[in-house]
């Protein structure tokens, strides 16, 4: 059996792999509920999806309310430059260096520009950041940002906001194959509490969400159902999955029992 070690975040320790976000909740009330039910313990928040001085105060003090980690990220960002300048407001801001990088490449489908991230990665790292870079599910790109001393990496398994879950599973095994020692985190796409649960079966240390639960029909209990579902996820990757086979196996062996007749 696998050891069920904690998830670690540039040697920070969490017992809990449900990273949520903050934005587009019916209220705040319902965020912070939200968060609860997840029992997450790092939420993501962004300044630049704040309106004005005022709301901006309220809303970060609804975020030092729930005590939890605060993630910073730099949503809405299209260049390396955009990228450094939030991410330095935002250690400003939230006394840390820790930053979920995002740098956005395609308005279409909101993908991340990959040449960019890894210019912006590497400037910041070189600043003292530690950072958590949001990227697409691609190998290579994956090696050059651990290459550049990313500790923590943040696959999508899916377009933000979709829903679709994860598209490419053979990517993602792929990449928790090729860096077995990385903290690896499915962000963005998933819709269900059966894809939460799919990506910690596959070996992956936690998922981040936001949409998947804002936009459901009640948050609150879609927050729980996501909490279960990584918990189990994360309890069948440990526990190891029997093998596959190509013909049935009967659960209940013949040999050597006995037989009555009429």
Same mark, same amino acid.
């Given at each position: 059996?696998?050891?069920?070690?904690?998830? /670690?975040?540039?040697?920070? /320790?969490?017992?809990?792999?449900?990273?949520? @976000?903050?934005?587009?909740?019916? #209220?705040?009330?319902?965020?912070?509920?939200?968060?609860? %039910?997840?029992?997450?313990?790092?939420?993501?928040?962004?300044?630049?999806?704040?309106?004005?001085?005022?709301? $901006?105060?309220?809303?970060?003090?609804?975020?030092?309310?729930? @005590?939890?980690?605060?993630? &910073?990220?730099? %949503?809405?960002?299209? #260049?390396?430059?955009?990228?450094?300048?939030?991410?330095?407001?935002?250690?400003?801001?939230?006394?840390? !260096?820790?930053?979920?990088?995002?740098?956005? $490449?395609? =308005?279409?489908?909101?993908? +991340?520009? &990959?040449?960019?991230?890894?210019?912006?990665? =590497?400037?910041?790292?070189? !600043? *003292?950041?530690?950072?958590?870079?949001?990227?697409? !599910?691609?190998?290579?790109?994956?090696?050059?940002?651990?290459?550049? *001393?990313?500790?923590?990496?943040?696959?999508?398994?899916?377009?933000? @906001?979709? @829903?679709?879950?994860?598209?490419?599973?053979?990517?993602?095994?792929?990449?928790?194959?090729?860096? +077995? !020692?990385?903290?690896?985190?499915?962000?963005?796409?998933?819709?269900?509490?059966?894809?939460?649960?799919?990506?910690?079966?596959? *070996?992956?240390?936690?998922?981040?969400?936001? #949409?998947?639960? %804002?936009?459901?029909?009640?948050?609150?209990?879609?927050?729980?159902?996501?909490?279960?579902?990584? #918990?189990? $996820?994360? %309890?069948?990757?440990?526990?190891?999955?029997?093998?596959?086979?190509?013909?049935?196996?009967?659960?209940?062996?013949?040999? $050597?029992?006995?037989?009555?007749?009429?």
């Amino acid at each position: 059996m696998r050891e069920n070690t904690p998830l /670690t975040i540039y040697g920070e /320790t969490f017992s809990n792999r449900l990273l949520i @976000g903050s934005a587009l909740y019916p #209220s705040p009330k319902i965020m912070q509920q939200s968060i609860v %039910a997840a029992g997450s313990q790092i939420v993501t928040v962004s300044l630049r999806r704040q309106n004005s001085v005022a709301a $901006g105060e309220d809303f970060w003090q609804l975020i030092k309310d729930t @005590g939890l980690t605060v993630l &910073p990220n730099t %949503a809405g960002c299209h #260049s390396v430059k955009e990228v450094v300048t939030l991410a330095k407001m935002c250690r400003e801001v939230f006394a840390t !260096d820790w930053i979920k990088l995002e740098l956005i $490449g395609d =308005e279409y489908n909101l993908q +991340p520009d &990959p040449i960019a991230l890894l210019e912006a990665t =590497e400037i910041l790292l070189n !600043d *003292g950041f530690k950072v958590l870079p949001y990227c697409t !599910d691609d190998l290579v790109l994956c090696q050059r940002l651990a290459t550049l *001393g990313c500790e923590v990496l943040m696959p999508w398994g899916a377009p933000i @906001g979709t @829903g679709k879950g994860l598209l490419n599973p053979y990517n993602l095994t792929t990449i928790r194959e090729r860096l +077995p !020692d990385m903290t690896l985190i499915v962000d963005a796409g998933l819709g269900l509490p059966s894809h939460a649960c799919q990506a910690l079966e596959m *070996g992956y240390d936690a998922v981040l969400l936001n #949409s998947a639960i %804002a936009g459901a029909g009640c948050p609150v209990l879609m927050a729980t159902a996501f909490s279960h579902a990584v #918990s189990a $996820g994360r %309890a069948a990757y440990v526990a190891q999955a029997m093998p596959e086979k190509e013909v049935a196996v009967p659960s209940t062996p013949t040999m $050597g029992m006995p037989f009555w007749h009429q």
